[in-house]
């Protein structure tokens, strides 16, 4: 592999290791990996405070780990592309509790 592509791709990988490094986002992740959900159905299911809630997930925006759609007066939440739900599963898959 080309070094300047792996440069890129390492950095690239660095920033989402860093958004995933705070548990408030790691968590807003998580739930979107199971669907898409509102600004305040997240806040109502994580408990999360509405200001901090959209600070995260504007970061989360920014790095493009979800998108967003508008429908009336409510912002819908997606995590955005295939990578990020891999992430997610994977994660998912070691650390969350089963019920088996």
Do not use: W
């Not at 660095?14 to 968590?27: F, G, I, K, T, Y």
């Not at 305040?40 to 967003?68: A, C, D, F, K, Y």
Request: charged share 25%; aromatic share 4%; with cysteine.
């Amino acid at each position: 592999m080309n070094p300047e592509v792996m440069r890129a791709s390492s950095a690239q990988a660095a920033r989402v290791m860093q958004l995933l490094s705070h548990p408030d986002r790691l968590l807003i992740l998580c739930l979107l990996s199971q669907g898409e959900f509102t600004v305040g159905e997240i806040e109502q299911q994580l408990e999360l405070h509405q200001p901090m809630l959209s600070q995260h997930l504007n970061r989360l925006r920014q790095q493009e780990l979800v998108t967003t759609r508008r429908e009336g007066k409510y912002i819908h939440y997606k995590l955005a592309d295939e990578r990020t739900i891999k992430i997610m599963n994977l994660l998912y898959n070691l650390y969350c509790p089963t019920d088996e």
